[in-house]
């Protein structure tokens, strides 16, 4: 019941910015878009995460679509270290108002030396 | 400061068996949840306990337990291992207990029935 979906898998060349693109269109107005990574074989690593506003860390850029029916997650200089399952998740409450982070199958992003 | 620790990493078990899986989340966190992550249905929310009490619950049988203690460190169970139980459990803690904000991941324990 996953309510994002993402390109199953992405190449990026090492040094390029990497764009990874999320389609939420179901999302609420009080629904935060979250975006993970998994490198092989680790726990899942958080990134970033917004409401409405795009925003910015160390680690990337989120932007978020004014409709907010969409995102993209910017690496700005991927390295070989960024190769990883990459999941865009919405906060989900479900009917009896429990709240769930649904991860997806994610994006498979490799960067090509 | 430690990150989210999870004991034990790899293990293996047999059918109709029970086994227990531990997590120790980073100190002064509150909200622990857990995580089932298999190569077919990828990562699939189990559930959160926060303050000793499981708050959320995901779509899994009874076979599937949990617990927090007073320290916040949470203990899954699974009954009656089926050859389908076989997978990565991702624990996850997160400071504030507030339905927003980051989680923090363990390692995993990598499960194995045979």
């Known amino acids: 019941d996953a309510k994002t979906t993402q390109p199953p898998s992405m190449d990026c060349a090492e040094g390029r910015a990497a764009n990874l693109p999320c389609n939420h269109s179901?999302?609420?107005?009080?629904?935060?878009v979250y975006w993970y990574r998994q490198i092989h074989s680790q726990g899942p690593q958080y990134i970033i995460h917004?409401?409405?506003n795009n925003e910015t860390n160390e680690m990337a850029s989120l932007i978020i679509t004014e409709d907010r029916k969409s995102s993209t997650l910017i690496l700005p200089h991927a390295t070989l270290r960024d190769t990883a399952v990459y999941y865009c998740?919405?906060?989900?409450?479900?009917?009896?108002?429990?709240?769930?982070?649904?991860f997806g199958t994610g994006t498979r992003l490799t960067i090509i030396p | 400061k430690a990150g989210v620790t999870q004991t034990p990493r790899y293990l293996i078990k047999t059918r109709g068996q029970q086994v227990t899986l531990s997590c120790s989340p980073i100190?002064?966190?509150?909200?622990v949840s857990w995580y089932q992550q298999t190569p077919g249905q990828g990562l699939q929310f189990l559930f959160e306990?926060?303050?000793?009490?499981?708050?959320n619950k995901g779509n899994f049988p009874g076979r599937f337990s949990g617990r927090q203690f007073s320290n916040s460190r949470s203990e899954m169970n699974v009954s009656t291992l089926e050859l389908g139980d076989s997978a990565l459990y991702l624990c996850?803690?997160?400071?504030?207990?507030?339905?927003?904000?980051?989680?923090?991941f363990g390692e995993g324990s990598r499960l194995t029935v045979l």
């Open positions: 996850a803690s997160s400071p504030t207990g507030e339905r927003t904000g980051e989680l923090f």
């Open positions: 179901t999302i609420s107005g009080n629904e935060y």
């Open positions: 998740i919405v906060r989900v409450e479900d009917d009896f108002g429990n709240e769930k982070l649904t």
């Open positions: 917004g409401l409405k």
């Open positions: 100190s002064g966190h509150r909200s």
């Open positions: 306990y926060f303050s000793e009490t499981q708050r």
